[in-house]
């Protein structure tokens, strides 16, 4: 497959949600939480808490949506700035409680509109990142579809991040790169790989550490090994101090791009 | 006489089909259009103004070294990581020659400038972005120079000043400069716990990925008058929800008013304040 096929795989409405790994990882267990408590509720952001096994986690995705009604709804799943807050809120109230926190990203990115600028959506981004580094409890991001810049850093500060064979996570949509580049967006393709988008490149460059196989909805096995091995990191993890855990967090960002002084 | 072949008398200043006749000569350097308003300024005057337009107050871009040099106490500052220097890390089409265009345009190795000085008596980290450099995009070694600006200052427990101006992190390095974003969040956060102070200064223009990490974590943060300060560009927003933008629109007073910049400071008044503000924070001796 080449990088655009991967984007374009990335970005199909057949692949599963959020909702739909919530679902299957936490079933019956999960309890969603809503607003941030200072604006609204974004529902292109999906969160609450819930029983991975034994283990209680906090849980929270960027939702596109899985037909037409719920992806206009979920504004496709482009965040606004509250969507991010509301991230963040869950997050804190995880780390008050010890929990360690799943993100799973999929978006095209943070909603560019009136509104989201008026509100702040750099100053939301921003805070994510900060605090995210210092969160005292284990962060795991899972990448199941689009990556998109800002929009999905903004949920992926963790100590780990694992993507799917077929997401992709870029600074820039090809699209928009081809176009502010070579003032033509019809060569999308050439952007894409020259981007190095995939996972296979990502895991390449140091910025990922696992490349998971992709469950189709129905495959039960596939979903529990992949809550053994989420719960297995979180294991570890809450095993670490959160001093020295997020001590950790910021050398595995700290060494990308690291110059020798 | 036949009307219509009358003929002028040619006037020897206005032999217009002479090509070698001398006008007064105006060096191109001696004058400066404001874009603002219009008004033709002598390059002098702008200077001696700090850069700022004596007619109606339009604040010209400054370069980085200007910049430091307008801020910094007389021979003050200090140079970090002078020698960083971008490679095509991910081995991007046209990366490398587009590098070499801007070193030789800005006179300068990246788009950041970091070091140490003196601001009315204190001692500071200061770090200024360049526009002159690809826009004061967000590289692997730029987000490494203000990481490193903000460890110094966390190490050495200094206040730091940034100047922010970028049009986003850098496509040409693909997903290492979006890492950048949080490396240099990670570092604002350790330097803000341990008690110090980060002041950034926005200016023209402050947008993308830099306006979604160090831009917006400053304890306080202040704007240049007019200086456009966005998330999304104007342009992709009105590519996304096809309609026109009002005038206004992410200038710094319009950010003001909905509550994400502290202060629009005229350029002419930015010392004098950054100094109070530092001195309220109790750097440098305090005034009884």
Redesign the interface.
């Known amino acids: 497959m080449s990088a655009f096929e991967k984007v374009a795989a990335a970005r199909s409405t057949k692949k599963l949600t959020s909702v739909d790994y919530i679902n299957a990882l936490f079933g019956e267990s999960f309890v969603e939480l809503h607003g941030d408590r200072n604006y609204s509720d974004d529902k292109a952001v999906v969160g609450g808490v819930g029983m991975l096994n034994d283990m209680p986690v906090t849980v929270i995705g960027l939702e596109k949506g899985r037909n037409t009604f719920e992806r206009m709804e979920r504004n496709f799943g482009a965040a606004h700035p509250e969507g991010y807050r509301k991230a963040l809120r869950l997050m804190k109230q995880a780390e008050k409680f010890h929990r360690p926190i799943l993100t799973f990203v999929d978006t095209s990115g943070a909603f560019c509109g009136i509104g989201a600028e008026e509100r702040g959506q750099g100053h939301a981004i921003a805070t994510n990142l900060m605090e995210m580094m210092a969160l005292k409890t284990p962060i795991l991001a899972v990448f199941i579809g689009e990556g998109g810049s800002g929009g999905a850093i903004a949920l992926a500060v963790a100590d780990e991040v694992w993507m799917m064979e077929n997401a992709v996570y870029s600074v820039i949509s090809p699209e928009g790169c081809a176009s502010i580049l070579w003032k033509d967006s019809s060569k999308a393709a050439e952007a894409a790989e020259c981007l190095k988008l995939t996972a296979k490149d990502l895991f390449e460059l140091g910025v990922i550490e696992r490349i998971l196989r992709e469950p189709s909805n129905d495959d039960r096995k596939m979903f529990e090994s992949l809550k053994l091995l989420i719960c297995r990191t979180f294991e570890k993890n809450l095993s670490i101090p959160g001093d020295e855990l997020a001590k950790m967090r910021y050398n595995r960002f700290r060494k990308i791009g690291k110059q020798d002084a | 006489m036949d009307l219509f072949t009358f003929m002028k008398p040619k006037n020897e200043l206005e032999s217009s089909d002479e090509k070698d006749v001398k006008k007064p000569f105006v060096p191109d350097e001696m004058w400066e259009k404001c874009p603002e308003c219009g008004t033709l300024l002598l390059t002098t005057d702008i200077e001696e103004n700090m850069r700022v337009c004596s007619k109606c107050n339009h604040h010209f871009r400054l370069n980085a070294r200007d910049r430091i040099n307008m801020t910094a106490d007389k021979d003050t500052f200090v140079e970090m990581?002078a020698d960083?220097e971008s490679t095509n890390?991910?081995g991007?089409?046209d990366y490398d020659e587009k590098l070499e265009k801007n070193k030789k345009k800005s006179g300068e190795k990246e788009s950041v400038i970091c070091g140490t000085c003196k601001l009315g008596g204190i001692d500071i980290v200061i770090v200024s972005m360049n526009s002159e450099f690809m826009m004061g995009s967000m590289?692997?070694?730029t987000?490494?120079?203000i990481?490193?600006a903000f460890e110094y200052a966390t190490e050495h427990k200094l206040p730091i000043v940034v100047f922010t101006v970028s049009g986003g992190?850098?496509?040409q390095?693909?997903?290492?400069?979006?890492?950048?974003?949080?490396?240099t969040?990670?570092a604002?956060?350790?330097h803000?716990?341990a008690g110090l102070l980060y002041i950034t200064v926005l200016t023209d223009p402050t947008s993308?990925?830099v306006?979604?990490?160090?831009?917006?974590?400053g304890d306080i943060i202040l704007a240049e008058p007019k200086a456009l300060i966005?998330?999304?560009g104007p342009r992709?927003?009105e590519q996304?929800?096809r309609q026109k933008?009002p005038k206004d629109?992410?200038t710094a007073e319009f950010v003001l008013q909905?509550?994400?910049v502290d202060k629009v400071v005229d350029r002419r008044y930015l010392k004098e304040t950054l100094t109070h503000l530092l001195k309220i924070h109790n750097y440098g001796e305090v005034e009884k």
């Open positions: 990581d960083f890390i991910i991007f089409p590289g692997t070694v987000g490494d120079k990481t490193r992190a850098r496509m390095e693909g997903i290492l400069s979006l890492m950048q974003m949080a490396k969040s990670g604002v956060k350790m803000s716990d993308g990925g306006t979604a990490s160090f831009a917006m974590e966005a998330f999304a992709v927003i996304t929800i933008l629109f992410q909905k509550g994400f």
